[in-house]
């Protein structure tokens, strides 16, 4: 740090009422720390909880949004960092440069009070206009950076220090050869504990993360260039150039050549489910958004294809849109009143899928005859179809006449899945019986468990939320008092699963869906639950 240069740009004592750190990207660094109360804070869609006695840090160039909690106090920090060559050891960030910042999201600090006692006096001189008042709140700002980097360090377990070494080295050399035995090797640790720890501190597996990594280069090279592609193939690691083209497939969903193809046209994704039907298609879209939960899967596949991020907010998506010039906008009518839909007509030509009047067939030949690309949807519906029918026929033989429901659970309740959900893929494409009452069910149904009682279903998929760890959050429900009381007799029924994506429509999560449902059921050989087995 002692070649790193802070510039204080402003500082806040707010108090919640009122206040709030509208959805935007930072323009520079951010340190939120939070006296009292809590605050929620929402990085590129992640959401996260900022207790009292904690610090939050963003990054420039995130998209954030920040909301208190009634009654909480803040501070609200924002400072440039100076970066020359020599700090690039030290491992921060700089505006200007390509490095990190260690101290990314938030931290609760050991010694709160002292750090605020820092952060009172650096508003108090900033706002003070004496002499020197501004002299003293940087110094204040460094002292008070340099307590919280102290403080970072001291959380980091070496495990972390180890495996953070070999991501490093990975983003260095991803075009070589490497095996998952020689970066545990490198950490220190077994196999086995570096896979699972790598696993649980990224959220992806190893090669996974190699994988990304040798595609993000890929992408860049083929957009920047028009080299061969065994010749990229060898710049990213792969010896064998149809290898590469498969990995880019299957990483993607196209191969190399539409990759190039579709890039040169922008087309817009302005609702979630927009993600799907273009990739259906064969298009990653320009712009899309990424600040829901149930946009993750996208988000981690496609972040770096994604130029222009959306949200969910109409002026901040409007800006955004007029300023990215795309070619196309795709929509959906029943997300969007009809004044928006016609500001949006007037940045590029747009079309917005009737939402009720068809299903996500009708919806993706809707889409690919206004991007002139009834082929694309023409291939991609007789490749799903000929998968439901293979699947189909394992499926029946191991379920027989069983009655099927699936259901997702959330704060508000228990939500029944009709035709126009994922369970259309059991019911109206693999031919699995559904209990009576789900057949007026178009969408989702909201029930109580005394009701979910009374669909007499022999089976129940049950979408639990967060997918960590999905055998504990099943335990925790099947022994609460409220389940054991009105839905005891359904335990021995449920396969618990997780929630996302298959809170999506589109055609891709159909696919999705389609692919996972002999997992499912391959649970235990009845296809009822299994203890050793969670997808």
Known sequence: ????????????????????????????????????????????????????????????????????????????????????????????????????????????????????????????????????????????????????????????????????????????????????????????????????????????????????????????????????????????????????????????????????????????????????????????????????AWTDQYRRKYRTDVVTTLSHEYEFNLATLREARPDYIIGVDAFLPLQEQERIREIAPSLFVPWMKDDWRGHLRLIADFLDTPEEADAWLGQYDRLAVRIGEQVRRLIGRDKVLVVQRNREGYHVYGCKTVAGVLYEDLGIGQPERVKRIQNRETVSLEQLVQFQADRIWLMLPGSEDLRAAWDELARSEAWQAEAAPLTSCVTPIATWPWFDYSAYAQQLFLQSVPAILGMSASGRLSPHHYP
């Open 1 to 292: 740090m002692d070649a790193l240069w802070f510039k204080l740009r402003s500082i806040e004592q707010v108090q919640a009422e009122g206040w709030q750190h509208p959805l935007g990207y930072l323009s520079s660094h951010l340190l939120l720390g939070v006296v009292e109360g809590c605050a929620q804070a929402a990085v590129a869609g992640s959401r996260q909880a900022i207790p009292a006695g904690s610090v939050f840090a963003g990054l420039p160039g995130q998209l954030l949004s920040v909301l208190p909690d009634g009654g909480s106090e803040l501070f609200v920090i924002h400072f440039d960092v100076i970066q020359d060559g020599a700090a690039q050891a030290e491992g921060w960030r700089s505006d200007e440069s390509d490095g990190r910042l260690p101290l990314e999201g938030s931290l609760a600090l050991s010694a709160a009070e002292g750090a605020w006692m820092l952060c009172r006096k650096m508003a108090r001189e900033w706002q003070s206009g004496m002499k020197g008042g501004r002299l003293r709140a940087q110094a204040a700002l460094y002292e008070l950076l340099g307590a919280v980097r102290e403080e970072f360090d001291a959380e980091k377990p070496d495990a972390d220090t180890a495996l953070a070494r070999t991501l490093v080295y990975m983003e260095e050399h991803f075009d070589q050869n490497m095996t998952i035995d020689e970066l545990a090797e490198m950490a220190g640790l077994s196999r086995y504990y570096y896979m699972r720890l790598f696993k649980t501190r990224y959220g992806t597996s190893v090669m996974d993360y190699l994988t990304e990594l040798r595609m993000n280069r890929a992408k860049l090279l083929l957009e920047q260039s028009r080299p061969k592609l065994r010749e990229i193939a060898r710049q990213v690691g792969y010896q064998d150039e149809f290898y590469f083209i498969r990995k880019f497939k299957q990483r993607m969903g196209i191969p190399p050549a539409t990759y190039i193809r579709n890039r040169r046209r922008k087309v817009a994704a302005y609702s979630f489910p927009n993600i799907g039907q273009l990739l259906a298609l064969q298009v990653v879209p320009f712009a899309a958004p990424m600040d829901h």
